[in-house]
């Protein structure tokens, strides 16, 4: 027979759970349990400090066994409340027939009983889930309504928290944008303020941040994201929901322009134990930093990273390959991802780059197609930030195409939007496209202004790649030198052909299409009476045509 517990054992669990010491609660509880099998209430609290470590095998087991204790004590709301988060949790582990089994047990268990309880509300929440999985929208705000409800009338803040979540994702799909933000909002109050349990904190905090990321509300991401940072770090030890709190914090830190707050967080994400999921999540983040840094083969190593733990690697590993001067590969993995992808929100995502690559590649006919759809899916969305990503790709396009004019009004907004939200970097490029529309429209200063602008962006950043870009027009000729007939455009390729860029690379410097470049240099051959490459440079540098840089 077991001796009874030390009291130094189950007290100390008990103290470290209150003061949400995990890992030291769930070892105290364990050693408590070998010596004597532990109350319902104990129970309970070695089952949630196993879900913040992580520890699904034991929290199952765990919880398995709080159902039937309580269920032979005939508390047939704890068993059922038990059974309940026993099948959520197999719902998110992907475990679909043991959570179904386990849910339809809680339900089964709840017949049993004549009064209402909160706990005939939880059960609202899978069908909630489900509905909006399936993409009925109308389904699941009804399923997540009727659970608000019941949350309300017995007072269950995580309920209702979990409740408001969920409605406020399937009413911004339904195109009720302002009426889901504000349920985002009311579900995140409790949370953020401490007035729920840890692990409804936690769902809450990144159902809310992944929704307000995918829809694009990048101030409400912000906002709650630090928060969400502030809590995790406030639990040392807390493993589940760490790493998803590291990756969309480093997500939200690189638009903001703050790339090394965000290294940080992958950093500290990577010394935590995550799932595969998570995992992914970072080793993508990790990609597009590195990326945008100019370290492409460590940048390379990421995005395989999270391509092995299951995470889409596009459109950062796509974008790579361009900058790696392959832009075949980019369009043929861009393009594969966008034809894969039906839901609208998640094609916005890919489509930006489907245009500036297609625009590299010279098809300005699929970048002009890829950039209407772009603009079809920001016509239905409500969102600020979809209207700027679709009138960049419209400034894009018809910068390419040389009409420079009906250019420069698209990027003008698109670059208020993103100045406005602050995400630094991508303002600075949209200013090197309206320096390119202004420099082919021949103003020379409001060009100058707006690279300078870009530069200085890019080298506080440390975007390396991009920097190199904007320095390659560092040194364009002015109007007194000798331009024999050439347009401001054709001797800005005239000296790139001079430093030995191809027509490709040209395209991509320039962000136009190889059909625009050759244009280019078949009219700059006419007009300096040249036959090839060779001797246009030559020519060239015998009126003193190259900028230094060109030279150097």
Same mark, same amino acid.
């Given at each position: 027979?077991?001796?009874?517990?030390?009291?130094?054992?189950?007290?100390?669990?008990?103290?470290?759970?209150?003061?949400?010491?995990?890992?030291?609660?769930?070892?105290?509880?364990?050693? /408590?349990?070998?010596?004597?099998?532990?109350?319902?209430?104990?129970?309970?609290?070695?089952?949630?400090?196993?879900?913040?470590?992580?520890?699904?095998?034991?929290?199952?087991?765990?919880?398995?066994?709080?159902?039937?204790?309580?269920?032979?004590?005939?508390?047939?709301?704890?068993?059922?409340?038990?059974?309940?988060?026993?099948?959520?949790?197999?719902?998110?582990?992907?475990?679909?027939?043991?959570?179904?089994?386990?849910?339809?047990?809680?339900?089964?268990?709840?017949?049993?009983?004549?009064?209402?309880?909160?706990?005939? @509300?939880?059960?609202?929440?899978?069908?909630?889930?489900?509905?909006?999985?399936?993409?009925?929208? %109308? &389904?699941?705000?009804?399923?997540?309504?009727?659970?608000?409800?019941?949350?309300?009338?017995?007072?269950?803040?995580?309920?209702?928290?979990?409740? $408001?979540? +969920?409605?406020?994702?399937?009413?911004?799909?339904?195109?009720?944008?302002?009426? @889901?933000?504000?349920?985002?909002?009311?579900?995140?109050?409790?949370?953020?303020?401490?007035?729920?349990?840890?692990?409804?904190?936690?769902?809450?905090?990144?159902?809310?941040? @992944?929704?307000?990321?995918? !829809?694009?509300?990048?101030?409400?991401?912000?906002?709650?994201?630090?928060?969400?940072?502030?809590?995790?770090?406030?639990?040392?030890?807390?493993?589940?929901?760490?790493?998803?709190?590291?990756?969309?914090?480093?997500?939200?830190?690189?638009?903001?322009?703050?790339?090394?707050?965000?290294? *940080? #967080?992958? $950093?500290?994400?990577?010394?935590?134990?995550?799932?595969?999921?998570?995992?992914?999540?970072?080793?993508?983040?990790? &990609?597009?930093?590195?990326?945008?840094?100019?370290? !492409?083969?460590?940048?390379?190593?990421?995005?395989?990273?999270?391509?092995?733990?299951?995470? #889409?690697?596009?459109?950062?590993? /796509?974008?790579?390959?361009?900058?790696?001067?392959?832009?075949?590969?980019?369009?043929?993995?861009?393009?594969?991802?966008?034809?894969?992808?039906?839901?609208?929100?998640?094609?916005?995502?890919?489509?930006?780059?489907?245009?500036?690559?297609?625009?590299?590649?010279?098809?300005?006919?699929?970048? %002009?197609?890829?950039?209407? *759809?772009?603009?079809? +899916?920001?016509? &239905?969305?409500?969102?600020?930030?979809?209207?700027?990503?679709?009138?960049?790709?419209?400034?894009?396009?018809?910068?390419?195409?040389?009409?420079?004019?009906?250019?420069?009004?698209?990027?003008?907004?698109?670059?208020?939007?993103?100045?406005?939200? @602050?995400?630094?970097?991508?303002?600075?490029? +949209?200013?090197?496209?309206?320096?390119?529309?202004?420099?082919?429209?021949?103003?020379?200063?409001?060009?100058?202004?707006?690279? *300078?602008?870009?530069?200085?962006?890019?080298?506080?950043?440390?975007?390396?790649?991009?920097?190199?870009?904007?320095?390659?027009?560092?040194?364009?000729?002015?109007?007194?030198?000798?331009?024999? &007939?050439?347009?401001?455009?054709?001797?800005?390729?005239?000296?790139?052909?001079?430093?030995?860029?191809?027509?490709?690379?040209?395209?991509?410097?320039? !962000?136009?299409?190889?059909?625009?470049?050759?244009?280019?240099?078949?009219?700059?051959?006419?007009?300096?009476?040249?036959?090839?490459?060779?001797?246009?440079?030559?020519?060239?540098?015998?009126?003193?045509?190259?900028?230094?840089?060109?030279?150097?």
């Amino acid at each position: 027979m077991k001796s009874r517990p030390s009291p130094s054992d189950l007290e100390a669990g008990r103290t470290a759970y209150a003061a949400r010491r995990w890992r030291e609660a769930c070892e105290c509880l364990v050693e /408590a349990d070998r010596a004597h099998p532990l109350a319902a209430e104990d129970l309970d609290r070695l089952a949630w400090s196993c879900a913040l470590l992580g520890r699904n095998d034991l929290l199952l087991a765990t919880l398995e066994r709080l159902h039937n204790l309580q269920l032979d004590a005939g508390d047939l709301r704890g068993a059922a409340r038990a059974a309940f988060w026993l099948g959520f949790r197999l719902l998110f582990l992907g475990e679909t027939g043991r959570a179904t089994g386990w849910i339809a047990t809680s339900q089964r268990v709840l017949e049993r009983l004549a009064e209402d309880c909160p706990e005939r @509300g939880y059960l609202f929440l899978p069908q909630a889930l489900g509905r909006l999985s399936q993409k009925d929208a %109308a &389904g699941a705000c009804e399923a997540a309504r009727r659970a608000a409800e019941v949350g309300e009338r017995f007072g269950d803040a995580n309920l209702t928290s979990l409740s $408001r979540a +969920i409605e406020g994702q399937a009413r911004i799909e339904l195109g009720e944008r302002e009426a @889901g933000l504000a349920l985002l909002d009311e579900a995140m109050l409790p949370a953020s303020s401490g007035r729920l349990g840890p692990v409804a904190t936690g769902i809450v905090y990144c159902a809310v941040i @992944g929704c307000c990321q995918r !829809f694009y509300a990048i101030d409400r991401a912000r906002e709650w994201s630090a928060a969400l940072a502030a809590w995790c770090s406030a639990q040392p030890e807390l493993v589940e929901f760490n790493g998803t709190c590291r990756a969309l914090r480093a997500e939200v830190l690189l638009v903001q322009g703050s790339w090394q707050q965000a290294m *940080d #967080e992958i $950093r500290r994400a990577d010394r935590r134990e995550t799932s595969p999921r998570e995992a992914g999540s970072v080793c993508y983040q990790r &990609g597009e930093l590195l990326r945008l840094r100019g370290e !492409f083969d460590a940048a390379e190593e990421s995005y395989r990273q999270a391509s092995k733990h299951g995470r #889409e690697p596009q459109p950062g590993l /796509a974008l790579l390959r361009l900058a790696q001067g392959k832009p075949g590969m980019a369009a043929a993995a861009i393009d594969h991802v966008v034809s894969a992808t039906r839901d609208p929100m998640a094609r916005a995502r890919y489509l930006p780059a489907a245009v500036e690559i297609r625009l590299a590649a010279g098809d300005h006919d699929g970048a %002009a197609a890829a950039a209407r *759809d772009l603009a079809a +899916i920001a016509a &239905g969305a409500q969102s600020a930030i979809v209207d700027a990503m679709a009138a960049h790709a419209r400034g894009a396009v018809d910068l390419a195409a040389g009409a420079a004019g009906a250019a420069l009004q698209p990027l003008r907004a698109a670059f208020a939007t993103w100045q406005d939200v @602050g995400a630094p970097y991508i303002a600075a490029r +949209i200013r090197v496209a309206i320096a390119d529309a202004l420099h082919a429209l021949g103003d020379e200063d409001g060009a100058e202004l707006e690279r *300078d602008a870009a530069r200085a962006v890019f080298a506080d950043l440390g975007a390396a790649p991009d920097l190199a870009r904007v320095e390659v027009h560092a040194a364009a000729p002015s109007a007194s030198e000798p331009r024999f &007939g050439l347009t401001p455009r054709e001797l800005e390729v005239l000296r790139l052909i001079a430093s030995g860029r191809t027509n490709a690379a040209i395209a991509r410097e320039l !962000f136009l299409s190889v059909k625009t470049v050759d244009r280019h240099v078949s009219n700059i051959f006419t007009k300096l009476d040249v036959p090839t490459r060779a001797a246009a440079t030559a020519f060239a540098y015998q009126h003193n045509m190259i900028g230094p840089s060109a030279r150097g």
